[in-house]
C-alpha cells in the first residue's frame, strides 16, 4: 500500500485542503490494510514458532507460576489469533496447508 501523501499527490490535493484520509483513500478506491497485515503477520510469526520444537515454543506452552498483577490483563499475542483453544489451534499449524487456508478473525 502506498503512503497517503502518495495518494494525495496522486490526486493533486493540496496539504492545506481539509479533505480526510478515509476520503482520500475512497477517492483512489483502496482501504485500510494495516490491521490485516498486523493479524497476518502474527499468524505467520506463531505458526512457524508452534512448528518448531524450540524454547520459544517453551515458553508460548508454558505457565507463570505466583500471583496475577492487579488491573485489567494484558491483551497478548495469542489471544487475538485463538478462537476454540490453544490445542486446536496447535494442531492446525502442523498442517501447513490447513494453516495457510486458515483466516483468523473472520467474524469480525
Same mark, same amino acid.
Given at each position: ?7 494525495? +499527490?496522486?490526486? /493533486? ?11 482520500? #483513500? &475512497?477517492? *483512489?478506491? =483502496? ?8 493479524? +497476518?503477520?502474527? /499468524? ?11 524454547? #520459544? &515454543?517453551? *515458553?508460548? =506452552? ?47
Amino acid at each position: 500500500m502506498l503512503e497517503m501523501w502518495c495518494w494525495r +499527490k496522486m490526486e /493533486k490535493i493540496s496539504w492545506t485542503e481539509r479533505i480526510t484520509n478515509d476520503e482520500v #483513500l &475512497r477517492l *483512489v478506491g =483502496e482501504r485500510r490494510q494495516m490491521v490485516d497485515t498486523i493479524v +497476518k503477520r502474527k /499468524k505467520n510469526w506463531i505458526g512457524h514458532s508452534l512448528r518448531h520444537e524450540c524454547l #520459544l &515454543r517453551e *515458553v508460548i =506452552e508454558g505457565k507463570m507460576v505466583g500471583k496475577r498483577p492487579r488491573g485489567r490483563p494484558r491483551i497478548g499475542m495469542l489471544n487475538e489469533l485463538i478462537e476454540d483453544s490453544y490445542g486446536d489451534m496447535k494442531r492446525r499449524a502442523e498442517n501447513r496447508q490447513e494453516w495457510r487456508r486458515w483466516t483468523p478473525r473472520t467474524c469480525q
